[in-house]
Nanobody, 114 residues
Framework: QVQLVESGGGLVQPGGSLRLSCAAS????????MAWYRQAPGKQRELVAS???????EITDSVKGRFTISRDNAKNTVYLQMNSLKPEDTAVYYC????????WGQGTQVTVSS
């Protein structure tokens, strides 16, 4: 059974940092492109960052320079380091694994507020 379990969300003040983790099980992790998406209230889900099995990354412009995606294939885990957080980063963050099939995690809430 495939599982993607996100963790690390929470409430943080503007300018603060969080690191999200997504632990995968039941898939050949190293073959999968892993990605982080987010969905704010009333908005569509959007791609934040992605990383290939070999470590090539893509970051959406709105978070470039503030967010970093990385992965540890030995731990079957992908990370999203979020620095200099802004209120507009508030959203539910989802992990996605994609290769021959696509899988989603349940999401973790990130709230940036003073």
């Amino acid at each position: 059974q495939v599982q993607l379990v996100e963790s690390g969300g929470g409430l943080v003040q503007p300018g603060g940092s969080l690191r999200l983790s997504c632990a995968a099980s039941g898939i050949g992790f190293r073959f999968y492109v892993m990605a982080w998406y987010r969905q704010a209230p009333g908005k569509q889900r959007e791609l934040v960052a992605s990383i290939s099995g070999g470590g090539s990354t893509e970051i959406t412009d709105s978070v470039k320079g503030r967010f970093t995606i990385s992965r540890d294939n030995a731990k079957n885990t992908v990370y999203l380091q979020m620095n200099s957080l802004k209120p507009e980063d508030t959203a539910v963050y989802y992990c996605k694994a994609a290769w021959h099939a696509t899988y989603w995690g349940q999401g973790t809430q990130v709230t940036v507020s003073s």
